[in-house]
Structure formats: structure tokens, C-alpha cells
């Protein structure tokens, strides 16, 4: 079946640190890849996504590269804030069949001042 | 635009008593995808309603149901509730299915069962 795999967390950085945490993935085919975060007490937002092979997505400053050779969609940030501080949740979507995604269980970012 | 909205936002429950929780979804939105988020488990996919049919199970047992109306918006029903059934509720809706589509999430109700 799919899968999708996050490092543990939290992951603690000072505010201006580099982010990455690794996302990789388990399907068939060519899934879609998505990151959605959750702060404290809401629900998940959409923060970025990628359809196919070497697409990168970004938005606020996040990035994530699918690697399919690798099986890998790792999000990115070159400088991090407080604000940033949230749960972030790796998702795959296949292309083909039941359309149902499959969420990673969610790594959380804390960012200290 | 009104986004997905929840509700109630927080249900208390004892053992054995059934739960409703509803949903409405972004309007134009056809697909309506519900997820328990238990604590330290992550999202785990529940249903997904499109069109008014159920399209998509995920492995929870047949106490967890649900509907969908004819406008678009969904009902999970929990018969039976058992001590682990608290948890985070979402329901998410997409324009169309999830590969292409963003799903849009709600804010959940929060399920407690004594």
C-alpha cells in the first residue's frame, strides 16, 4: 500500500536557521505530493504542492523538489521565523485508483527568538 | 468566499452514545473527505463522499458512517463510541478528486468520549 514516512520531531531552531524535514514516500506511479500545515489550534492549510517528477513547489518561502529516483519531496525554508512555528504534514495522492491521500504523521517545528 | 465549516466545534460523549458531526463544504465543492486525527497517529483517511455516493472507505469499522446531501454537505455518524474514538475530526472539500484538486480543511471537531 502507500505509504508516507516524516522524521520525528519537534525540530527546534533559533529564528533565521535553515529548515529541511524529510518527506519520503511509498506508491505507485506518479503520485501528486503535497506539505499542509497546522497551527496551534486550526486545521490543515495547504502549503505546497507538486504533480509530477522534478516540479518544484513553493509558497512563503517554503520549497519542495518531487524526487521520483529518490522517492523524496523534503521541505525547505532558507530562514525560518516564529511564525513559522506549526505541525507539518507530508502528503501523497495516487494518480490512479481511489484518489484517497495518505498523510505522514506530522512533524512539529518549533522556532525559538 | 466562506471556507469549510465545522460543527459543533467540541462534542463531549460517554461510552456508548453516538456521535453526529457535520460539515460544509467550500460551495462549488463536490468532494467531501472526512480524517480522524488521533493524538500522536497522524490524519487517518475515514470516508470521501463525492456526488452523494460514498466513493472511498478507510479502515475504521462500519460504526463510522456518514451521508452526503443533495447540497453538498456531510454528516459523520459514530455509533457505539468507545474510549478511542477521541480525537480530532476533519473534513476536507475539493472541486473535483484529490490527485489535481487541493483539499480544503475545516477546523475540526473535537470528539471526547468518558
Known amino acids: 500500500g502507500n505509504s508516507v514516512t516524516q522524521m520525528e520531531g519537534p525540530v527546534t531552531l533559533s529564528e533565521e536557521a535553515f529548515l529541511t524535514i524529510n518527506c519520503t514516500y511509498t506508491?505507485?506511479?506518479?503520485?501528486?505530493l503535497f506539505w499542509y500545515v497546522q497551527y496551534p489550534g486550526e486545521g490543515l492549510q495547504l502549503l505546497l504542492k507538486?504533480?509530477?517528477?522534478?516540479d518544484k513547489g513553493s509558497n512563503k518561502g517554503f520549497e519542495a523538489t518531487y524526487r521520483k529516483e529518490t522517492t523524496s519531496f523534503h521541505l525547505e525554508k532558507g530562514s525560518v521565523q516564529v511564525s513559522d512555528s506549526a505541525v507539518y504534514f507530508c502528503a501523497l495522492v495516487p494518480s490512479g485508483g481511489s484518489y484517497i491521500p495518505t498523510f505522514g504523521r506530522g512533524t512539529s517545528l518549533i522556532v525559538h527568538p | 468566499e466562506a471556507g469549510v465549516t465545522q460543527s459543533p466545534t467540541h462534542l463531549i460523549k460517554t461510552r456508548g452514545q453516538q456521535a453526529t458531526l457535520r460539515c460544509s463544504p467550500i460551495s462549488g465543492h463536490t468532494s467531501v473527505y472526512w480524517y480522524q486525527q488521533a493524538l500522536g497517529l497522524g490524519l487517518q483517511f475515514l470516508l470521501w463522499y463525492d456526488e452523494g455516493e460514498e466513493r472511498n472507505r478507510g479502515n475504521f469499522p462500519p460504526r463510522f458512517s456518514g451521508r452526503q446531501f443533495p447540497n453538498y454537505s456531510s454528516e459523520l455518524n459514530v455509533n457505539a463510541l468507545e474510549l478511542e474514538d477521541s480525537a480530532l475530526y476533519l473534513c476536507?472539500?475539493?472541486?473535483?478528486?484529490?490527485?489535481?484538486?487541493?483539499?480544503?480543511f475545516g477546523p475540526g471537531t473535537r470528539l471526547l468520549v468518558l
Open positions: 476536507a472539500s475539493s472541486f473535483g478528486q484529490a490527485n489535481q484538486e487541493t483539499q480544503y
Open positions: 507538486a504533480t509530477k517528477a522534478d
Open positions: 506508491a505507485t506511479g506518479y503520485p501528486s
